[in-house]
Antibody, heavy 111, light 113 residues
């Protein structure tokens, strides 16, 4: 069974930084693209970033490019999202998802 | 960027009756390899999104057969043949043909009348 468990969220001051983690299990992590999607409570889903299996290719939504960095450690089956220069607009629940078929439970970030 | 427009945004339905949600794309979602990457998701209150349908009409494992997807090009539909209480949720379409970015519709809230 695929499991994705996010951690690292919380309350941070504007301009601050936070690193989200997502530990994966139940599948071959290194062979899968991974994504971060966020959702302001009560609002819709918005794609944030993704990374290929070996970490050599990444993509970002325009509104996070230059502030957020996605990465992965395949030895630890873990996906990361380093978020810098945070603002109130970044407050949301952040989900990690394996190619949009399996999703974590989400982690709340409040700026 | 591809814009997905869902309608209606709110859908009150009587238990046992059918429901239909439309998703229209600002451009064709047919990819160069002939696939159409249009998915449907269900998000129950307080839960993560769950994929129901991928590539327009393929049901995910464990999804009841009362859910079906159809469409082509720019027009797509999610149908629930007989709504049950557990179907109360927000439903999203998502396109993965023209990326980045992957884009979602605004969501349609299905509730029981």
């Amino acid at each position: 069974e695929v499991q994705l468990v996010e951690s690292g969220g919380g309350l941070v001051q504007p301009g601050g930084s936070l690193r989200l983690s997502c530990v994966a299990s139940g599948f071959t992590f290194s062979e899968n693209w991974m994504n971060w999607v966020r959702q302001v409570p009560g609002k819709g889903l918005v794609w944030v970033s993704n990374i290929n299996g070996d970490g050599s290719r990444t993509s970002y939504a325009d509104f996070v490019r230059g502030r957020f960095t996605i990465s992965r450690d395949n030895a630890k089956n873990t996906l990361y999202l380093q978020m810098n220069d945070l603002s109130g607009d970044d407050s949301a629940v952040y989900y990690c998802t394996r190619w949009f078929d399996s999703w974590g439970q989400g982690i709340l970030v409040t700026v | 960027d591809v814009v997905l427009t869902q309608s209606p945004l709110s859908l009150p339905v009587t238990l046992g009756q059918p429901a239909s949600i439309s998703c229209r794309s600002s451009q064709s979602l047919v990819s160069s390899d002939g696939n159409t990457f249009l998915n449907w998701y269900q998000q129950r209150p307080g839960q993560s999104p769950r994929r129901l349908i991928y590539k327009v009409s393929n049901r995910d494992s464990g999804v009841p057969d009362r859910f079906s997807g159809s469409g082509s090009g720019t027009d797509f539909t999610l149908r629930i043949s007989r709504v049950e209480a557990e179907d109360v949720a927000v439903y999203y379409c998502m396109q993965g043909t023209h990326w980045p970015p992957w884009t979602f519709g605004q969501g349609t809230k299905v509730e029981i009348k």
